[in-house]
């Protein structure tokens, strides 16, 4: 049994009217002026001073049509990899020179990390751009996912598929506000526990930006 007809348009009409249109193209040179969130909304001293260059990225905010309600897909990253191992993240990546916009790269990257068919997706809209202390400015692109899928993760990159009920990542109360020492430095950032999974940092920035968007109920 699918997703519901009227449960599908109305989630459907609520994420057009709360999301932002997909960016046509992201600058690689974002000022403190442009509309960014970012590692710095907890931080503002890591805020960067001026203009400063950053590699363009899009990841995919896949959400399910299940007919018990909506996931959200997320992925756990191998543990091997030089840069966030084993952390929790959306399906994406940097931009390639052939994607012609943060689409492409959003839906290119989730069927590379994990088999997601493009077909399957229907994109919505966007989220605010958030830009990392690693100097990543990524377009998060929003889209619902029909169910008839047959998810595999590429093991160079990831070591684990799951799904979050959207409701759980939206409750406000599921959010919690971390922090830790790095270099002397105390940093905050956004956690979010499920289970076994810590989704934290930019992944629950971003969700954190979804849920000031959307009511559900």
């Known amino acids: 049994m699918t997703f519901l007809i009227n449960e599908k348009q109305k989630l459907t009409e609520i994420l057009r009217k709360s999301l932002e249109p997909v960016p046509i193209e992201v600058p690689s040179v ?32 896949p959400i399910v049509l299940r007919k018990e309600g909506p996931t959200v897909i997320l992925t756990r990253r191998a543990t091997h990899l030089s840069k966030h ?5 959306f399906p994406g990546g940097r ?5 012609e916009n943060a689409v492409a790269t959003a839906l290119r990257e989730s069927q590379e990390e ?14 605010t751009t958030y830009v990392t202390v690693t100097q990543y400015s990524v377009t998060p692109v929003v889209g ?3 169910p008839a899928f047959d998810l595999r993760p590429e093991a160079g990159e990831v070591s684990e598929i799951f799904e979050v009920p959207l409701d759980f990542l939206l409750d406000q109360a ?10 002397g ?9 499920f289970g076994d999974y810590y989704i934290w940092g930019a992944t629950a920035g971003m969700i954190k930006d979804l849920s000031e968007r959307i009511m559900l109920k």
């Not at 599921?174 to 270099?183: A, I």
């Not at 430095?185 to 526990?193: D, K, L, Q, S, T």
């Open 114 to 127: 994990i088999s997601l068919d493009p077909g399957l997706v229907e994109v919505i809209g966007s989220l």
């Open 85 to 89: 191992a084993g952390q929790i993240s």
């Open 144 to 146: 619902l996912v029909e």
């Open 185 to 193: 430095v105390e940093r905050f950032w956004y956690a979010i526990p």
């Open 95 to 99: 931009a390639d020179e052939g994607d």
């Open 174 to 183: 599921n959010r919690k506000k971390h922090s830790g020492f790095r270099n």
């Open 30 to 61: 974002l000022s403190l002026n442009d509309n960014l969130r970012g590692d710095h909304d907890l931080n503002p001293a890591s805020a960067p001073s001026h203009d400063l260059p950053f590699t363009p990225a899009a990841v995919l905010v």
